[in-house]
């Protein structure tokens, strides 16, 4: 779990970083929050007991290995 939580906050901080240096771009709080809300749905999942199990598939820890590589790569080249 701890590898999800550090994804998780990894992707909040990079919004946050977006939101502050792309003030005054237009749709800048869209383009933060797209890559904000499933770093907090990471981290609140990473947490909860039920989803917990989920998380731990194999499957599913490689298909978010995949999505936060590519959030990343969306965080770095918007503008």
Same mark, same amino acid.
């Given at each position: 779990?701890?590898?999800? $939580? /550090?994804?998780?906050?990894?992707? !909040? @901080?990079?919004?946050?970083?977006?939101? $502050?240096?792309?003030?005054?771009?237009?749709? !800048?709080? &869209?383009?933060?929050?797209?890559? #904000? #809300? %499933?770093? @907090?749905? +990471?981290?609140?999942?990473? /947490?909860? @007991? %039920?989803?917990?199990?989920?998380?731990?598939?194999?499957? !599913?820890?490689?298909?978010?290995?995949?999505?936060? +590589?590519?959030?990343? &790569?969306? @965080? &770095? #080249?918007?503008?």
């Amino acid at each position: 779990m701890t590898n999800y $939580r /550090w994804g998780g906050y990894l992707l !909040v @901080a990079l919004g946050l970083i977006n939101l $502050r240096y792309q003030t005054g771009h237009s749709n !800048v709080l &869209a383009h933060s929050l797209l890559i #904000i #809300i %499933p770093g @907090a749905l +990471v981290l609140l999942m990473s /947490w909860l @007991a %039920p989803t917990k199990k989920f998380l731990e598939q194999k499957s !599913v820890k490689y298909l978010s290995l995949l999505l936060l +590589v590519m959030i990343i &790569a969306y @965080a &770095a #080249i918007n503008k």
